[in-house]
């Protein structure tokens, strides 16, 4: 079985690059830790993968709080609120990260949402 | 003592924001990962701050190189390089994890260099 982590995006806070790539950065450990407490074989399996990961989108809080909900029924998720040190407001949340889980597993219930 | 992780990006290979996003979580993984094994108390003291960490740039491959050889002397520091799936050559050196480390020392070692 091939695993995938899928962290997803908002971009209505319009970050830049810099501050994108950290909140991923920030909810791809999150996510790991995670799964490395309760399925430690699905991280050795996701390391031969290449760590597979992948970002999505989707544009509002509203949308990003209803994905996190839907998600964490389904897979080890976490919600990253940003510190608020820079550009956007503190406790605002920025991203999901999910798993890495099974990857049929994953695709399946976030297909619907477009590559960032 | 406060602790910061460092993510440094090449940005001659003007990679996409989801790509960027990706490399940048896979290198704050594997270099969390490292000082987990060999400093377990820093991922402590790190969490307490927010898990705090900051994306800096450098514009060719030599440059990233020459700064993985710097830095791994002093911290425990990771190369990423592409899986090659999408957008560049499989192998490609994309990024660079430091840390988590000593905010103060890891400050005083990349000052130089300017955010993503």
Redesign the interface.
Do not use: T
């Given at each position: 079985m091939e695993f995938k982590?899928v962290?997803i995006?908002r971009t209505d806070l319009e970050m830049?690059?810099?501050?994108?790539?950290?909140q991923?950065?920030?909810?791809?450990?999150?996510a790991?830790e995670k799964v490395q407490q309760k399925h430690a074989e699905w991280i050795n399996e996701w390391k031969k993968n290449?760590?597979?990961?992948?970002?999505l989108?989707v544009d509002s809080k509203k949308e990003l709080l209803e994905w996190f909900e839907r998600l964490k029924k389904k897979f080890p998720t976490v919600l990253i609120k940003d510190?608020g040190r820079t550009q956007i407001a503190p406790g605002e949340p920025t991203c999901i990260g999910v798993g890495p889980a099974p990857e049929n597993e994953i695709d399946e219930h976030t297909k619907e949402l477009k590559?960032?």
């Open positions: 982590q962290l995006v830049g690059k810099g501050k994108i790539s950290a991923c950065a920030h909810a791809s450990v999150l790991f290449g760590m597979e990961k992948i970002v989108k510190a590559l960032l």
